[in-house]
């Protein structure tokens, strides 16, 4: 089977056609909005191994009008989790490590969860782990706000005694698992995560503009600054050490060669490359489409292998169709910015008559369904909730009088309950009030009641207004859900904030405070 896949990742069926003769026109056409005064994006374009249109719109420094070309260095986001998941396999394949090793085997400051927590579960985000930012955002202090460093994330990640879920049984995107993997490289291979790297994959591919930013005061020549948007641009940069989730420094033309060593790679390489590809597996055998930082996907009838990226103000995305050989990269230095769909529509062009089908939307609805759906449903997993309106999301959903179950392409099924909406009266609010504490983010939070409604406080400054949804559980705005919790006797004795990344992050009332 590991021969039949390594076959499959290592050839071309199907090689690009040649590029019509307006393909610079219409390249041109998708990036329009960007201009000589906002930030933009650079795109980069290469068919059968050759680059064939590299190009930059927009300006890197609105301050001192520096226009964006190809060779200008932006941050990658998370497109850098394959960089991080290629450096893990480099040392499975040196026989340094085995990715079903248990992490604790390599970072003993984690605890002990009581179930196996492999490095494989970390890259292919079935981890359990909750994701480092959203605590410390929780905490009040969210990324770009203050300088995390590798050390911030391993204390917070010690600090965390449960998980999101059993490892293996879900999946749920997570940061800390890719920090903790350059860690371990660290660790493992004696040298500091960004010169092994250097060293084993940037030098020998020949990317020599990238790097990572272990440093966010270092000088970086010809880099992008990052913006955030709305009625003007302000400068929106990502300072923090933290990497091997994100924080890749690069150029469109560093990527393409990267995509490049996937679709022709040299014989050494070629056993870890199919193993990246390879889908992961849930404990009980179901496939889902993440291999080991990689997105494993169809876009429009054509197999697809990408990821996007988005810290601060960067976005990225970085994608390639191998049956066609046709690989496309855009980095972009503004907020607003949509790669993916930049990316996508520049595909096109080039993969021409090859794309045949529209991407699949359809919730397996019928209007008539849809409208005997409506109503407020709860996720029995998470806690999070949505009302059905046009239906939420691309996976199949079926209904009855109690609720729903939700199946997605590769057979995950989740469990929602329906639920009354909630809309308690203002004298039943004082019971919620109190103060509330979490060791797990080393932050207090307050609970009161203003003007009838239910406010958070937390230092030194923020005030979060909540909006209930269902019994005891409320919005509360960047926070995420609050769900209240009681004890046998029916006493509110804590919350839990839940977010996609952070399931149940608890705080516990102080007795005899208020």
């Known amino acids: 089977m590991r021969r039949h896949l390594l076959l499959a990742f290592s050839c071309a069926c199907a090689l690009a056609a040649a590029p019509p003769s307006n393909a610079p026109a219409r390249v041109d056409a998708v990036f329009a909005k960007w ?47 394959q960089f991080t998941a290629a450096a893990v396999l480099l040392l499975a394949r040196d026989g340094k490590l085995s990715l079903d090793d248990q992490v604790r085997t390599y970072i003993p400051e984690l605890p002990d969860y009581g179930s196996p927590l492999t490095i494989r579960h970390m890259l292919n985000h079935t981890s359990g782990l909750r994701d480092w930012g959203s605590v410390a955002a929780i905490a009040g202090w969210p990324r770009t706000r203050r300088v995390h460093t590798q050390a911030n994330m391993l204390d917070i990640a010690s600090r965390q005694t449960a998980l999101n879920f059993v490892p293996g049984t879900h999946w749920s995107y997570s940061n800390t698992g890719y920090n903790l993997a350059a860690m371990i490289v660290t660790r493992v291979s004696g040298k ?50 933290v990497y091997g989730n994100g924080g890749l420094l690069t150029t469109v033309g560093d990527l393409l060669k990267w995509n490049e060593h996937f679709d022709a790679p040299a014989a050494a390489d070629a056993q870890p490359i199919a193993e990246q590809q ?9 496939p889902h489409g993440y291999g080991l930082g990689l997105f494993l996907e169809t876009y429009k009838g054509i197999r697809e292998v990408n990821h996007s990226g988005s ?30 769909a930049y990316a996508h529509d520049v ?12 991407q699949a939307t359809a919730h397996g609805l019928t209007a008539a369904q849809v409208n005997a759906a409506h109503g407020l449903y709860r996720s029995t997993l998470t806690g999070l909730s949505f009302t059905m309106g046009a239906g939420p999301d691309s996976r199949h959903w079926t209904f009855d009088a109690h609720g729903a ?26 019971a919620y009030t109190g103060t509330y504490a979490s060791d797990e983010a080393e932050a207090e939070i307050t609970a009161t009641v203003e003007a009838g409604h239910l406010q958070l406080k937390r230092r030194p400054d923020t005030s979060i207004e909540l909006t209930p949804i269902y019994l005891d559980a409320f919005k509360a705005g960047t926070l995420g859900t609050i769900i209240f919790r009681r004890d046998a006797a029916g006493q509110i ?12 992050l608890r705080f516990r009332k102080r007795p005899g405070r208020s």
């Open 192 to 241: 500091p995560f960004p010169e092994f790297t250097r060293e084993r994959l940037f030098v020998p591919i020949n990317m020599t503009h990238t790097s990572w930013r272990d440093d966010f005061t270092r000088i970086v020549k010809g880099r992008a600054i990052a913006y955030s948007s709305g009625v003007d641009f302000h400068t929106d940069m990502p300072f923090e050490d």
């Open 405 to 430: 179950v939700a199946t997605d392409a590769y057979g995950t099924s989740e469990t929602y309950q329906r639920e009354a909406e909630w809309a308690p009266p203002s004298s039943a609010l004082a």
């Open 311 to 340: 810290t601060a103000g960067y976005q990225a995305f970085l994608t390639r169709f191998p049956s066609h050989h046709v690989s496309v990269a855009v980095l972009c230095n503004v907020s607003s910015a949509t790669p993916a």
């Open 347 to 358: 595909a096109e062009v080039f993969l021409g008559d090859a794309i045949t089908t529209s």
């Open 35 to 81: 201009t000589n005064s906002t930030p933009g994006c650079a795109v980069g374009i290469a068919t059968n191994g050759v680059p064939v249109l590299a190009k930059g719109y927009g300006m890197a420094d609105l301050e001192h009008d520096v226009p964006i070309t190809a060779q200008s260095i932006f941050e990658a986001g998370s497109v850098s989790k």
């Open 278 to 286: 390879r889908p992961g597996h849930f404990n009980d055998g179901r």
């Open 493 to 504: 004795t804590a919350f839990s904030v839940v977010q996609d990344r952070v399931w149940d």
